[in-house]
């Protein structure tokens, strides 16, 4: 019988909960995974340990993060907490001997990053860091079309990443918000769609970037009255240009009103184009060129069990994966690479990659000019 993993969260916030989700469904989506045990669960407050311990079905919790990373039962830990703590918690892990996935982005600096890659390098552990929405099966049929030819050369991408959850100038002043955490929106979000653009096209060469703050203050508390200035980005617009020659958009925002998870791009080639945004995240619109004038248009590709691993969910097409399946494929390719002693998708070192473009969005901006990336 496989070896069981056990299995640590740091964390039992938002995405706290979406690992223990997705460690609790992995097994029945990808039977030949070794078992997931879920072993102790960590967070500062040992009190919401224990009742997420109870709630996630951990058979131990604690206040302390350290007791976790050092404890001989656990295999596995997930880093879910701010990103000011990532690079403490996964170099301790990695210490340990401890396989890390780490959530986006790896680290609030390049610096720290390329500390964390080369410590999990050298201790051999596999790692995986939580870019979750490349992991849906459509976006992977996209990047099979694309290096198939489908679309011939590709021409132009524009993506974006927009949410609204800081769009309200009373929502207070958060470890999201500390630029002790890093840049702002270019890593928080920015991140994830800098690493789609890098899984469909690759490298990202160049970059040329504007990004601004648009709200200036926020209360220290929700209602206070107390205020204290932002100093990370709302909002990053970048012109890029990728290694493979065609160039593109890319924007990150947390202040889009009424948006809440326009994650998505339009790729176009000679022969074709492609259009997704996560807010539907079961279609892929696909056109291609040369049709008759009066009937083409756009086809909607909707996502079903040929799909793969969409079949490991669900037998039925159109019934439609959500967020948490996207989160247990992820957890689902950890623990199988972790039982196969291969590499997990994306590592520590491509979340070095993605932040290499952030800080030379960074660079761009403050300079004012193009930046090589790297
Ligand atoms: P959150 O504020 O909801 O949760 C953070 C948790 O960390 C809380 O439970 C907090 O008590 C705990 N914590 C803080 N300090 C700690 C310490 N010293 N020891 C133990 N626990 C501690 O935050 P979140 O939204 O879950 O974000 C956490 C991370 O996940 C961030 O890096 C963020 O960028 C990332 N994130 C990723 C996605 C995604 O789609 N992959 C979505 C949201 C957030």
Request: net charge neutral; glycine share 12%.
């Amino acid at each position: 019988m496989t070896k069981e993993l056990g299995i640590g969260i740091i964390g039992t916030g938002f995405m706290g909960k979406a690992h223990a989700f997705a460690y609790r469904a992995a097994l029945a989506a990808f039977p030949e995974i070794p078992p997931p045990r879920l072993e102790m669960i960590a967070d500062v407050d040992a009190d919401a340990a224990a009742k997420a311990a109870r709630q996630f079905g951990f058979l131990r919790s604690t206040g302390n993060w350290r007791e976790l990373v050092q404890d001989p039962r656990i295999d596995v830990v997930s880093i879910t907490t701010p990103n000011t703590l990532h690079k403490e918690m996964a170099l301790a892990a990695i210490a340990a001997g401890k396989h890390v996935h780490c959530e986006k982005p790896l680290s609030p600096s390049l610096a720290d990053s390329v500390e964390m890659v080369g410590a999990a390098e050298k201790a051999g552990v596999t790692t995986q860091v939580g870019f979750n929405y490349i992991k849906n099966p459509l976006l992977k049929l996209a990047r099979d079309m694309i290096a198939a030819g489908e679309l011939g050369e590709i021409t132009g991408f524009r993506g974006i990443h927009a949410e609204d959850y800081m769009h309200d100038p009373e929502t207070p002043y958060t470890w999201r918000i500390d630029p002790v955490g890093g840049p702002g929106v270019i890593a928080d979000l920015g991140s994830h769609i800098i690493g789609m653009a890098r899984f469909l096209l690759g490298p990202i060469a160049e970059v040329s970037a504007d990004v601004r703050t648009i709200v200036k203050s926020r209360p220290v508390a929700r209602g206070a009255s107390e205020r204290r200035d932002v100093m990370v980005d709302d909002v990053a617009r970048l012109l890029v240009q990728f290694g493979r020659g065609c160039g593109g958009t890319i924007e990150a925002n947390w202040v889009a009103t009424g948006r809440k998870m326009q994650l998505g791009f339009e790729l176009t080639g000679e022969r074709g184009s492609l259009v997704f945004s996560q807010e539907r995240l079961n279609e892929l619109m696909f056109y291609k060129a040369g049709g008759p004038a009066g009937t083409s248009g756009y086809v909607r590709i909707e996502a079903g069990p040929q799909h793969a691993p969409y079949g490991q969910f669900c037998v039925a097409g159109g019934h439609q994966l959500g967020f948490n399946d996207l989160k247990t494929i992820e957890m689902g390719e950890f623990l199988g690479a972790i039982g196969a002693g291969r590499k997990a998708t994306p590592d520590f070192r491509e979340a070095y990659e993605i932040q290499k473009v952030v800080e030379a969005a960074i660079a761009s901006s403050r300079t004012r000019n193009w930046v090589k990336v790297g």
